[in-house]
Structure formats: C-alpha cells, structure tokens
C-alpha cells in the first residue's frame, strides 16, 4: 500500500515534569477527516503543538508526505504544506484586511498574487473589503481570514484547534460545509480537534478519543461515543 500523507508513532511528550502524551499514533490519506475528542485537559492540543512543530516530542516520530519532519520547525513544515488554524482567531489589530493578505502572500516565498489572495477568500466566502480595519471583524470573519491566509498557499494537511468555538450554529454549518469542500472536492486532510459533536459527527470519517494522555478508542463517531470507555472518561470524575 502506498505510503500514508501522514503519520505519527509513538509519540510521548512531557510538560511541567508531567507525562500528558504517551504513546499516540495514527495515519491519515489525502482528503481524509479525522476528529480528535476528549476532556478538558486529555492532551489535544498539546498534541496538535507536536504535529504541527512547536513542541518536540520526547519519543515518537511524524512523518509528512514520506519525510521524518520531527525535527523541523512550523514554518518549515507549513512550506511542505501543512497548515495550522488555533482556538482563538488571532489576527494583527493594526493592519486592514488587504494588508492582511498582502502580509500573508509575502510571508515566504514564492510571493503568490493577488489572484491567489482571492482564490483563498472565495473558497472560504470572505467578502469584507480590503480597507475594512481588521479590528472591526467578527469571530467568524476572523476565522475565515485566517484561513483564506492559509489556503491560499494550497495546504495538503491542516490542523485545526476548535474551529467552532465561538461561533453560532449558522456559522458552524459554513465551517461544515468549507471543510467537506476541502476535504472531498480538493482531497485537504483534516486533523480536527473540536467539542461540537455534531460538527464531528456531519464530517469526520473517524475518530480519535484522547483521555489523560492516551488514545482510548478509535473509529467511526457514532462507535466510539457508545463506548463503555468513551462514556466513562466523560462522565465519570478522575
Ligand atoms: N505548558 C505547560 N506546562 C505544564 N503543563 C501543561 C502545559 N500545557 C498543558 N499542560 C497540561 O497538559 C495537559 C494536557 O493539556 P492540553 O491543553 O493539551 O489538553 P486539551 O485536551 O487540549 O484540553 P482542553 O480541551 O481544555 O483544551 C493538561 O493536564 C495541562 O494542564
């Protein structure tokens, strides 16, 4: 079989002292979605820091298109084509939104166009005008900047921190819909960490339950929420 887009194996990380990973793993093809759920505090995002490369493992190794990339760094690995969204939509408050994408197509090179800065703003259905100050976007505008910025450069992965976290209902079903565009038309993996189940439920093709550093179930949605370890990790204290 060929070689996945991406892999991970057996990844342990420690902070503060503590273990809050030990042995995590798993592989995704293109277009593939997978949803990553667990309690507050199971390690999520600390894992997404290691995919991604802010964090280095303390054992394990990730792979990216056939190459060890453990050892390389977020902006190394997002000209490789992976991209990153996190849980707050950070944007830089003193720029306008053309300044926006204009930082954003010179970040690296190749500088891309404005052409491409409007291909990455319509797969996503931003429309603000490119003198709005930044400062007056929305969650959801903000959110969707960021990831014009991001798609524009054509990512094979992105990693996702809660995409729907704050936002309404009408806007999480606009991330369901971008995401499955993504996903299904232009063959994007998906690494999703998120806490709204419907969302997951509507577009992971699996899923991965985290709880207290470990992975302790795995498989489709529905599967997985009914199982005896799922429920007990969520509803009974530790
Ligand atoms: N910089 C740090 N130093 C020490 N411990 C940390 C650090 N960052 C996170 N932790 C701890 O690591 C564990 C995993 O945290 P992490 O934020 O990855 O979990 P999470 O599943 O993303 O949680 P949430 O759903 O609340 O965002 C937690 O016990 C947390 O307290």
Not at 40 to 58: C, Q, V
């Amino acid at each position: 079989m060929a070689e996945p887009l991406f892999d991970c194996r057996n990844l342990a990380l420690d902070l503060g002292g503590r273990e809050v990973l030990r042995n995590i793993g798993f592989s995704l093809r293109p277009g593939e979605v997978l949803g990553i759920i667990g309690p507050n505090g199971a390690g999520k995002t600390s894992l997404l820091e290691i995919l991604s490369g802010r964090y280095r493992p303390k054992t394990g190794t990730v792979r990216f298109k056939g190459r060890d990339v453990t050892g390389l760094p977020l902006f190394e690995r997002a000209r490789l084509g992976l991209g990153r969204t996190y849980q707050t939509p950070i944007i830089c408050e003193d720029l306008t939104v053309g300044e926006t994408f204009k930082a954003a197509r010179q970040a690296y090179r190749p500088y891309l166009t404005r052409f491409d800065a409007e291909y990455g703003a319509a797969l996503v259905n931003f429309v603000a005008p490119y003198d709005t100050p930044n400062t007056r976007l929305k969650t959801f505008e903000r959110r969707k900047l960021l990831m014009a910025n991001l798609l524009m450069r054509k990512p094979e992965l992105l990693l996702m921190d809660e995409p729907a976290a704050g936002l309404i209902n009408a806007e999480i079903d606009q991330i369901d819909q971008i995401l499955r565009m993504l996903s299904k038309e232009m063959n994007v993996a998906v690494v999703i960490v998120e806490h709204r189940m419907e969302l997951l439920a509507s577009i992971a093709d699996r899923v991965i339950v985290m709880d207290a550093g470990d992975i302790i179930a795995e498989g489709p949605m529905q599967d997985v929420i009914n199982s005896p370890a799922v429920r007990a990790a969520y509803f009974e204290a530790h």
